[in-house]
């Protein structure tokens, strides 16, 4: 499986996208006031707006891309 393969299965997942608010729950090491303000800057870090989606009110995360954003493995 390819790169871009494997990116279009994380994407299109509807169950890896969970609210801002679970994220914590998944990454305890953040906070939700640390998400919320990392996420709030997502154009200012490389790669990051690639796993935030905002819906209406509500901002969602896609856990996957997340990760590997953490991991120096998503760029732009």
Excluded: I
């Excluded at 509807?14 to 939700?32: A, C, G, I």
């Amino acid at each position: 499986m390819t790169d871009l393969e494997q990116f279009n299965v994380h994407v299109t997942n509807l169950n890896n996208w969970q609210p801002m608010t679970k994220v914590s729950e998944v990454f305890p090491q953040f906070t939700q006031t640390q998400l919320k303000r990392l996420f709030w800057q997502r154009e200012q870090h490389k790669g990051l707006s690639t796993c935030y989606k905002q819906v209406g009110k509500r901002g969602y995360v896609c856990l996957p891309l997340f990760g590997l954003w953490l991991a120096g493995k998503l760029t732009g």
